[in-house]
Nanobody, 120 residues
Framework: QVQLVESGGGLVQPGGSLRLSCAGS????????MSWYRQAPGKERELVAG????????NYADSVKGRFTISRDNAKSTVYLEMNSLRPEDTAVYYC?????????????WGQGTQVTVSS
């Protein structure tokens, strides 16, 4: 059973920083494209950042470019999201996603989510 467990969320002041972690198990972590998504109340879930399996290529939502950094440590089966210069509009539940290909089919797995609240 694939499991993804996020941690590191919490309450932070505007302009502050937070680092999220997502530990994976039950699959070969290095073969999965890892991503962070977020969902705020009343809004659709959106892609925040993604990172490739081996090349290290990353992509970011325009709203977080220059502020957030995604990274992965395959030896630790963990993906991170470093968030800086946080804004109230970053408030959301953040979800870790793992995408793997099995016999030509894409499979997405999701963590339980971790709440990030940016408020003074």
């Amino acid at each position: 059973q694939v499991q993804l467990v996020e941690s590191g969320g919490g309450l932070v002041q505007p302009g502050g920083s937070l680092r999220l972690s997502c530990a994976g198990s039950g699959f070969t972590f290095s073969r999965a494209v890892m991503s962070w998504y977020r969902q705020a109340p009343g809004k659709e879930r959106e892609l925040v950042a993604g990172i490739a399996t081996l090349s290290g290529s990353t992509n970011y939502a325009d709203s977080v470019k220059g502020r957030f950094t995604i990274s992965r440590d395959n030896a630790k089966s963990t993906v991170y999201l470093e968030m800086n210069s946080l804004r109230p509009e970053d408030t959301a539940v953040y979800y870790c996603n793992a995408r793997v290909v099995v016999t030509g089919t894409l499979y997405d797995s999701w963590g339980q989510g971790t709440q990030v609240t940016v408020s003074s």
